[in-house]
């Protein structure tokens, strides 16, 4: 019973971990940039159909095609940016928010041309299939691996964000454009930076997803919901919030679902509405 | 756009509301003009009139939506869900034998402010984002819940087989749905009377001061908590009462008037037609809805990409809509002409 | 005088096209184009365009006009109001189409009053047809292929079962068919799930299945990324190797999905009308002509869509091209068609096809997983829910 319970955790875990890695840019953005952006899983999406595109279509192998999947959102995103995003940095939420439903809407229907509406089919290596044995459990090697992943990948960003000139430059960027305007930060590098960081992110996310999570071209739409939940809950710009908050919400939906499954889906909804009305400005928001 | 190392320079914000002059309770001719159109439409174009009324029900929403949005400033992705609540009210009451439209109307538009107040408390708590995911996450519960209680709401095969009674014991609903056309007109006309009258008043001033100043209305002596409250009760009640027109009209209520889809493309609708102006939303589902109905029908996916660019391209120069664009040709008219 | 006699045989032949142009049989299809079912709607459409391409877009000395209205999803609201506006402005003599069973229920009143028939390609819930006398049917319902997978297992040695469905009306139909005629049938249901329509990890229901140990697992979920989610869980947590097999009604390892799936579909034994792989002449040129034109493999939907056809162009043929709602019911009840799925025939009472339900199993073969039919029953009706 404990080990099932490990087991289905674990799992949740896994999960939270694949969101986190999704939702991550996302949050950075919105507490950088003070940006609402609706358009993030559209990068993902990009990340995901790179990789496919590259499995199929050039045979190159899983673990090679998700670096040039990163790379190719990362681009995507640093050019949008520069092209479009900036303009409306200081934009009101509502068009920040139409704007990037927009764009949604352009990324889908462009999917939909190239790829048809049908759901992408792709083959993991087989060393990353099936169940292995860990400690006496069953667990997925897909899901190990995943999580493997995203921890080398956290603390690569908590590395960057404490430990470099960068970082620092982030940090001060988020806490007052101004004032690092003023100490000579150039603050519009580091948001186009941070920018490309963030969909990269999202975009390597995609394609570890497409197994997990399904490809198809409405995948920003049917997800979007979740990397605003988990960006909401944990609080802008915090990397601690974000992973907290895709931690809980992975285990307490997979927890919900496992002990409760008549009530299994409200469980993530209802968990949200709660959590930010204790804590309006997330987990580990600022304040004000 | 500056490149280098300057701070980021960007042109100051050009607003998506419309700046007023101080307001007048007075008809203005374009007002009439605009009014006589439905009724033109009616007796025109007998053909398009099941497309006309759900044109004035999506209108309806859409206004309902400006309240909060427009005028108060209240970001909401969720706000199908009075919509919903209304409509499975009025589809319910039918259901059950209670199929008198006018009564109907009222207790699905009462039912859908009542929970919108409840929200309110939830809702109103918190910056733009959290509001935002708020809305957007009580939408999702109640469509949820739509779901679960299938034996009540027939799920996602929806509720059908009512029978509405003759509206005032006269008019029966017809299947060329003219009867359903000037029904959802008068009702629109009635409350957008009303609506106008609320907006024009000084309540609903000081809700364009909640939403320029926040931080400065508590100055003046005005609750802003208040405020916002009693506006989201009511856009609440509007919403309801779009959605029970809604399931009377088409005598069917499916799962998806609490969808998401449904509130991205009202938000979409009004922003088309100009926030603020109350006669945005009407214009808006007008050009949406008629646009859609002519090109999806040639390339479905076509629709889909130029309507995002569209969206695109309003917020990077049209803002204020098709309203604020008209509005804007007026005033430079005005100016060179006088 | 050489001009006069051209000049009089182009107007004599001006005139008999005249005379023989008449006005064309307008067919309205209603699908759900854009938004989350649009590969649902594809498959019908290309199967509608495919018939009108192997058999020409005439009969009886009547072009066949096809408009293609678009319900963006499931849009009952919209559905009715294309109808609607396409039997009073378009005036069309057929109307076909609609994957999704909320989309077919609400346009019932509007057929019936303008007596228009109505052919339902694809949605498959028991009561849509009983709505309308103008309603007939040439898919399948949910029961109807439900109820043989239930009293195969029963006589195959599966005596414990644990059922997952999704939590809407198609999938607790699914589950109150295989309970009713799985337990008539000496079976036990050993436990029951109902998962949330849009889930997107199924690790702790499948945990769930391994505890209770039954014998196989019966699933209904919406054909696409939810049932490739399920089979990818079922493979990580190692089900099959606990020898838990999967079984249910074949929407979940549809053909339009199955590669997508992967080979964690292998073995599932399933029943359904149609598979792709079906051993006959009909069906491989089907495939063929399908493939070349569309370039991906038809499935169940699309030979809903094809037979639809079939059935508006019989009506058409045996009506010499005045149809009449009333007439073309007449003709359409008790009608038998050679699908490419094997014999079908609408009842002349319900209005509903008729059809054998295969049992397959899917395999891989020349590299493609397929669903190899091994065992049928005949004459299925729906048995209602």
Redesign the interface.
Same mark, same amino acid.
């Given at each position: 019973m404990i080990a099932?319970l490990i087991?289905?955790l674990f799992?949740?875990i896994a999960?939270g971990a694949l969101l986190f890695l999704i939702s991550i840019g996302l949050s950075v953005t919105?507490g950088l940039m003070n940006f609402?952006n609706l358009a993030h899983g559209a990068f993902a999406m990009v990340g995901g159909y790179t990789t496919v595109m590259l499995m199929a279509r050039l045979g190159v192998p899983f673990l090679a095609a998700l670096p040039v999947a990163f790379v190719v959102a990362a681009v995507v995103g640093a050019v949008l940016e520069r092209v479009?995003y900036?303009? @409306?940095?200081? /934009?009101?939420?509502?068009?920040q928010?139409?704007?990037s439903?927009?764009?949604?809407?352009?990324?889908?229907?462009?999917a939909?041309?190239v790829w048809?509406?049908?759901?992408?089919?792709i083959?993991l290596p087989r060393f990353l299939?099936?169940?292995v044995k860990v400690l006496g459990l069953?667990l997925?090697?897909?899901?190990i691996f995943l999580v493997a992943l995203v921890i080398v990948i956290t603390f690569g960003l908590v590395l960057l964000v404490e430990r470099t000139r960068f970082g620092a430059q982030v940090r001060a960027s988020v806490d007052s454009?101004?004032a690092s305007?003023g100490l000579?930060i150039?603050?519009?590098r580091v948001?186009s930076l941070t920018f490309a960081l963030g969909s990269g992110l999202a975009g390597l996310g995609g394609g570890l997803g497409v197994?997990?999570?399904?490809l198809?071209p409405?995948f920003p739409?049917?997800?979007m919901?979740y990397f605003? @939940?988990v960006? /909401?809950v944990g609080g802008?710009a915090s990397i601690k919030g974000a992973l907290a908050a895709a931690l809980i919400l992975g285990i307490f939906?997979?927890?919900g679902?496992?002990f409760v499954?008549?009530v299994?889906?409200?469980v993530i909804?209802?968990l949200?509405?709660v959590l930010?009305?204790l804590f309006?400005?997330?987990l580990y928001g600022r304040r004000g | 756009m500056t490149a280098g190392s300057a701070p980021p320079v960007v042109a100051p914000p050009r607003a998506t509301v419309a700046v007023h002059r101080l307001p007048q309770d007075r008809w203005r001719a374009p007002e009439i003009v605009f009014w006589s159109i439905p009724v033109a439409v009616f007796f025109a174009l007998p053909g398009y009139l099941v497309l006309g009324s759900q044109i004035l029900i999506v209108g309806l929403f859409a206004v309902s939506l400006d309240l909060i949005l427009g005028y108060a400033g209240i970001v909401s992705l969720g706000h199908a869900a009075y919509f919903g609540v209304g409509a499975y009210t009025a589809g319910l009451l039918a259901l059950h034998g209670w199929g008198e439209p006018l009564s109907g109307l009222v207790i699905a538009g009462v039912t859908a402010a009542a929970v919108g107040w409840v929200a309110g408390f939830l809702v109103l708590r918190g910056e733009d984002l959290t509001r935002l995911m708020v809305t957007l996450g009580i939408a999702l519960v109640l469509y949820e819940a739509a779901n679960k209680a299938s034996s009540i709401t027939g799920g996602v095969d929806g509720l059908s087989g009512m029978t509405m009674w003759k509206i005032l014991g006269m008019f029966k609903f017809d299947i060329a749905g003219r009867v359903a056309y000037l029904y959802s007109l008068v009702v629109l006309f009635l409350l957008f009377l009303v609506l106008r009258r609320l907006v024009n008043s000084p309540f609903g001033l000081s809700l364009r001061g909640v939403r320029e100043k926040r931080k400065r209305m508590p100055a003046l002596g005005a609750s802003v908590r208040e405020r916002e409250i009693a506006i989201f009760t009511v856009s609440a009640g509007v919403a309801g009462v779009a959605g029970a027109l809604l399931a009377q009209t088409t005598q069917f209520v499916a799962l998806d008037v609490l969808a998401f889809s449904r509130s991205a493309e009202l938000l979409i609708i009004l922003v088309l037609g100009g926030t603020g102006r109350l006669y945005g939303g009407l214009v808006g589902a007008a050009v949406y809805m008629v646009a859609q109905d002519i090109l999806a029908g040639i390339n479905p996916v076509y629709w889909q990409f130029w309507i995002g660019a569209l969206l695109v391209v309003i917020v990077l120069f049209a803002r204020g809509g098709i309203l604020g664009g008209l509005e804007g040709i007026y005033a430079r008219v005005r100016r060179s002409g006088a | 005088m050489k001009l006069t006699r051209i000049v009089v045989a182009a107007v004599a032949a001006l005139l008999t096209c005249a005379a023989s142009a008449q006005e064309p049989i307008k067919v309205g299809a209603v699908l759900e184009v854009t938004g989350p079912f649009a590969s649902l709607a594809r498959q019908i459409e290309n199967g509608i365009r495919l018939y009108m391409a192997r058999n020409g877009d005439t009969v009886a000395g009547r072009k066949v006009e096809l408009i293609i209205k678009d319900s963006q999803g499931a849009q009952p609201d919209v559905a009715k109001r294309l109808v609607t506006e396409l039997v009073t402005r378009d005036k069309v003599d057929f109307i076909v189409g609609f994957a999704l069973t909320p989309n077919a229920m609400a346009v019932a009143p509007v057929v019936t009053e303008a007596k228009v028939p109505t052919i339902i390609m694809n949605a498959a819930t028991s009561a849509i047809v009983s709505k309308s006398p103008y309603l007939a049917r040439v898919s399948m319902t949910l029961p109807q292929v439900t109820m043989p997978i239930a009293q195969w297992a029963a006589k195959n040695d599966i005596k414990r079962v644990y059922s997952l469905v999704a939590d809407y009306g198609p999938g607790l139909d699914a589950e109150a068919t295989f309970k009713k005629y799985f337990t008539a049938a000496g079976g036990e249901l050993v436990g029951e799930v109902r998962t949330p329509l849009k889930n997107p990890d199924f690790g702790p229901f499948i945990q769930r299945i391994k505890d209770a140990k039954p014998q196989a697992v019966f699933i209904f979920l919406p054909a696409g990324e939810q049932a490739v989610a399920f089979m990818k869980g079922y493979r990580e947590r190692g089900l099959a190797e606990a020898g838990i097999r999967i079984i249910g009604p074949g929407d979940v390892v549809e053909d339009d999905v199955l590669e997508a799936i992967g080979d964690s579909a292998l073995g599932a034994v399933t029943t359904h009308q149609y598979s792709a792989a079906h051993d006959s002449k009909l069906n491989r040129e089907y495939v063929k002509a399908y493939t070349e034109m569309f370039k991906i493999r038809p499935n169940f939907m699309s030979v809903g869509g094809y037979d639809g056809m079939a059935v508006v162009y019989a009506v058409a043929k045996k009506l010499n091209g005045k149809i009449d709602g009333d007439k073309a019911m007449e003709v359409i009840k008790g009608m038998k068609i050679d699908s490419p799925r094997g014999p079908i025939q609408i009842d002349a009472v319900t209005r509903d096809v008729v059809q054998t339900v295969y049992v397959r199993k899917v395999e891989k073969k020349d590299g493609h997983l397929w669903n190899i039919e091994f065992d049928k029953f005949d004459n299925v009706r729906d048995p209602g829910t």
């Open positions: 099932n087991g289905v799992d949740g999960y919105m609402v479009l900036r303009r @409306l940095y200081k /934009a009101s939420h509502l068009d928010v139409l704007f439903i927009g764009l949604t809407f352009m990324a889908i229907a462009a939909t041309y048809g509406p049908g759901l992408q089919p083959e299939i099936g169940p069953d997925g090697a897909y899901r454009q101004q305007a000579g150039d603050v519009n948001f197994d997990v999570l399904g198809d409405t739409v049917k997800y919901v605003l @939940l960006v /909401a802008a939906d997979v927890a679902k496992y499954p008549d299994g889906a409200f909804y209802v949200m509405v930010l009305i309006p400005a997330g | - | -």
